[in-house]
Each structure stands twice: as C-alpha cells, then as structure tokens.
C-alpha cells in the first residue's frame, strides 16, 4: 500500500455530490448563441441535409424559432442570409432590404429581448462565393481585393445596425476591416452598436457542411489567401491584437474544437470577452457518429461545451445551442 500525503484527490470524486459540489467549469444559457440562416419566401423550412436539425427558414419561420430561441433562455442569434440573387458586388449583402435587413427587423419586432446579431461578409451574396471583390492580380491569378471589398463590408454594418442589428460580426478576414466598420458605424450614429470579430478564422475543413447550408462554396479556388493557416498560433494572437486596436468589442476563434489552445492563449493575453464559434464540421461529425450509435449525442455535447468553457470561451456559438438549453432546463 502506497502512503498517501495529507492531499488524496480522490476524495472530492467520489460521489456524484462532491464532484458537483468542486466543479469548476458550468456551463448555462447565458452565453450560448444560435446560428440560423435566412431565404426568401413563406412558410419555408428546409431541411439542410448535411446538418441535422438545422434549417433554411423563411422570415416568418425564423420569427417563430426565435420566439423558441427566446423561451429556452438563450440570449441570442447570429443571423445568416441566403439571397435570391447573387452577383459579383455581392448587392444582396448592403441592400436596405435584403434578407438579412428583412429579418433582423422582423425578430426585433416580435422578440425584442432577443439579440440579433448578424453575420457580414459578402460570400452569400457573391456570385463566386468568394467574401470580397474579386480581382486578377498582377501574377495573374484571381484574389479578393482587400481595400476595395472594405467598403462593402462597412456598408452591410451598417445597413444590419439600421435594421436594429444589436451586435455586428464580421467574419471575411480582411485586414482593416473592423477598423472600416466602426467607423462607418460611428458616422453612422451607431456609436453603441458592439462589434463581434472573427478575429482568428482559419482556413478550416470544417465549414464543408455550412456552405451547403448557405450555399457559398467558393466557384474556384479556396479562402486561403484571406482566412488563416491553421499552422499558426502566434499569428492568431497578432490578429487578435490588430481587431483589438482597430475597435472590436468582443473577438472569436474559429473553429472551436481544434483551436481550444488559442481560446486559452487569446483570453489571458487579451482579457476580452472571448467567444468560439463551434463551426458545421464540428456539429455534423458528431450527429453523424450518434446516428449510427457510435457515441452518445448528449454526453459528448456536454464535454464539448465544457471544454469550451474551461479553455476560457465567455460566449459558445454553436448549432445545439437549443439542445443545451433544453438539457440544462431538464
Ligand atoms: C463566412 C462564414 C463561414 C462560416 C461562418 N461565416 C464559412 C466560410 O468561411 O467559408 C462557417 C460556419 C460554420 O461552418 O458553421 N461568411
């Protein structure tokens, strides 16, 4: 028999009440979001098959699943929109009334405690699905003009915050970007309306579920030149820094999961509200291994969102934002 010194950690682990009792890392409501995506028309809610659960909803959907949203707890939603048309100056994305301006009005309308807050970026509304303007540049090759697509970028801000977007987040990862937003916004009028980064957005695998559901697969090439190399940490945390400068309230990594150690690194170096956007890949590799019953849906969701939450994520977006709800209310 070993002798134990006076610490035996065991001791707290032994019953169901003690562990409850010392646990560090609880998980509520309070910082959960819901991604939900928006098309035109009536009565649509159309099933993305590659996402289980979620759906394209049509504005009067979306304000009954916001009214849902709202009565589970839940203090917010990131809005996505899937225009009828898309073009090359991605117009659907700064037009007073396109689906996204639509919508946001119509939640705010019906469900005004919920907040609303929206995605700007142009790849929805672009015609190559790329999140800017698309240039040849000088070696040829096709690219996202940075500067030019910045003006589109504050447009869309500002057109979300007229609507009465509450929080804007913008996720194209071009560089200036905050800056040009909150600028916009402040000449605007919109001097209280909070800015949401995507500050670390790697180029990742696991959006391949969510650019069906959006339908904003690039038509050639890939985001590389513009999202991040997964390969760099240090990088993410000059990113980070450069939104902080330029004005952002609240930044993000994403994706979540494979990015816990940046989580970790970006809120004790910077001390801002930090959120992590549990992306599609991250949903829908989960609900397919739970399908087949390879893994309990339940509990992996609670370890996952625990994790999150331990590694120092204040504010969880995730797609079972509704099922943590219901399961914490339980
Ligand atoms: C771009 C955007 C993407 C996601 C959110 N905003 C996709 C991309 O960069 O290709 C991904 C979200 C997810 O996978 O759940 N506007």
């Known amino acids: 028999m070993p002798q134990f010194p006076v610490a035996r950690p065991r001791r707290l682990r032994a019953t169901a009440a003690l562990r409850r009792l010392v646990r560090e890392t609880r998980i509520t409501a309070d910082g959960l979001v819901l991604p939900l995506f928006v098309r035109p ?3 649509v809610r159309k099933l993305i098959a590659s996402m289980p659960g979620n759906f394209q909803l049509s504005v009067d959907e979306l304000v009954k699943e916001a009214h849902s949203v709202h009565k589970l707890g839940i203090p917010a939603v990131l809005l996505f929109g899937i225009p009828d048309k898309k073009d090359e100056k991605a117009s659907g994305a700064y037009a007073k009334h396109g689906i996204v301006q639509t919508a946001v009005r119509a939640v705010k309308a019906a469900v005004p405690e919920l907040l609303v807050i929206t995605d700007v970026c142009n790849c929805e509304y672009t015609s190559h699905g790329h999140c800017g303007i698309v240039r040849r540049r000088r070696d040829g090759a096709l690219d996202v003009d940075n500067d030019a697509t910045l003006e589109l970028l504050a447009k869309s ?5 007229e609507a009465g977007a509450d929080i804007v987040a913008p996720s194209d990862m071009m560089d200036g970007c905050v800056a040009a937003i909150r600028r916009e916004l402040d000449k605007a009028g919109f001097t209280n309306t909070p800015v949401m980064s995507y500050a670390a957005k790697f180029a990742s695998g696991f959006y391949g579920p969510f650019r069906d559901a959006a339908e904003s697969l690039p038509q050639f090439g890939d ?21 902080i400068a330029e004005g952002a309230d609240i930044v993000m990594v994403k994706p979540a999961l494979a990015y816990l150690d940046l989580v970790r690194r970006v809120k004790e170096r910077f001390g801002y509200p930090t959120a992590v956007y549990s992306v599609s890949g991250e949903f829908s590799m989960v ?7 390879w893994l309990d849906e339940r509990a992996i969701v609670r370890e996952i969102m625990t994790a999150f939450r331990r590694a120092g994520a204040d504010i969880i977006i995730t797609y079972w934002a509704k099922d943590v709800a219901r399961w914490l209310a339980a």
């Open 41 to 43: 028309g009536k009565g």
């Open 157 to 161: 801000a500002v057109s979300h915050a």
């Open 223 to 243: 985001r590389r030149s513009y999202q991040m190399d997964y390969a760099n940490g240090d990088e993410a945390l000059r990113e980070v820094a450069q939104d």
């Open 287 to 293: 609900k397919a291994a739970a399908k087949n019953g």
